[in-house]
């Protein structure tokens, strides 16, 4: 029978026997402190401890969210609502609280049920909220704040309980160069530059004691008094072992070259000063050849004493011409 026969009979009947009949003695719904509902005369409620609830029945048991805290608790469908609560349908029941994230990435641990009725996504059975910290966005690198377990959810990368997002700074990435959080920039496999600074060309700087610094902005290498070695440039490593990187000490790269030895800039011969090598090059140290063994030593020493016997030779010759 629905409230609404229910009540027209009611109405019914008082009207063809109010003598007899009184409305309070018709049983309704009466909603109890434990959120259990009986269908009782209101008399009979007030006795139990009980609050009717106007002319409603009682609508059977069903899982309830609280409108406030979100907790999930069972009661009568009709108690739920009288808490000005939600309920959640008609065999639904209360489960273990789980992680919930929310549109603005905080996190609270709720019933999967009341975390949906709260505008929340649950994050699965056993899930637990993380705590806030800083998360770099995967698809443009920016930095937000969200719980832990809210920023992997959303397929991006958390830095850690306590980190925090600061100012943009440029980032050196490979040669390339980015304006991002420093924390973003390290997540991005860059070399954040110091706070404040813009993108320029990011390369290698050697500093006024010939120490080599990599993936630096041309900007920062001049201000800290360096000599900014170009776009994409690196550091090559001190191959001749005299304390200086090979970027910094004005050589040259010949891979087949015998490194401490001096050679040609476009053929990569042995020399001793550019008047050695053809016209447009310069006589420079190998800074990236191979190291010698004991007989390329010898043919070092070997092609060196060639090009002084030569020297003399000549210039021996040369004044017997002139003298002559």
């Not at 409620?45 to 059977?60: E, P, R, S, T, Y």
């Not at 999967?112 to 998360?135: F, H, K, N, Y």
């Not at 050695?276 to 140290?285: I, R, S, W």
Request: hydrophobic share 30%.
């Amino acid at each position: 029978m629905t409230i609404s026969t229910r009540t027209f009979i009611v109405v019914l009947v008082l009207a063809v026997a109010p003598a007899r009949v009184a409305l309070s003695q018709i049983p309704y719904a009466c909603c109890f402190p434990d959120d259990t509902c009986q269908d009782i005369d209101s008399a009979t409620c007030a006795a139990d401890g009980g609050i009717m609830q106007g002319l409603a029945l009682c609508g059977g048991t069903e899982a309830c969210c609280g409108s406030t805290i979100g907790a999930c608790y069972i009661a009568d469908r009709v108690c739920c609502l009288a808490n000005g609560d939600t309920p959640q349908g008609p065999g639904t029941a209360c489960s273990a609280p789980e992680a919930c994230c929310f549109g603005n990435n905080t996190c609270q641990m709720l019933d999967p049920l009341c975390c949906v009725d709260q505008g929340g996504t649950p994050q699965g059975p056993g899930s637990t909220c993380g705590g806030m910290e800083a998360c770099c966005d995967s698809g443009n690198s920016s930095c937000y704040m969200a719980d832990r377990t809210c920023c992997l959810a959303n397929g991006d990368t958390p830095n850690g309980p306590g980190s925090v997002c600061t100012a943009t700074a440029a980032c050196c990435l490979s040669g390339t160069c980015e304006v991002l959080d420093p924390l973003c920039c390290l997540v991005r496999g860059g070399v954040p530059q110091a706070p404040g600074t813009t993108c320029g060309e990011c390369g290698s700087c050697c500093l006024a004691d010939k120490d080599c610094l990599d993936d630096i902005v041309n900007g920062t290498c001049a201000a800290v008094g360096g000599s900014f070695n170009g776009e994409g440039s690196i550091c090559l490593g001190d191959s001749d072992g005299d304390g200086i990187d090979d970027q910094c000490e004005n050589c040259i790269g010949v891979d087949d070259a015998i490194f401490g030895t001096f050679v040609c800039s476009e053929t990569g011969l042995v020399c001793e000063t550019d008047a050695d090598c053809a016209p447009g090059e310069t006589c420079k140290k190998a800074c990236l050849g191979k190291i010698p063994t004991v007989s390329e030593w010898g043919l070092i020493v070997l092609s060196l004493l060639l090009l002084t016997a030569g020297k003399i030779y000549f210039g021996y010759h040369r004044r017997r011409l002139v003298g002559a």
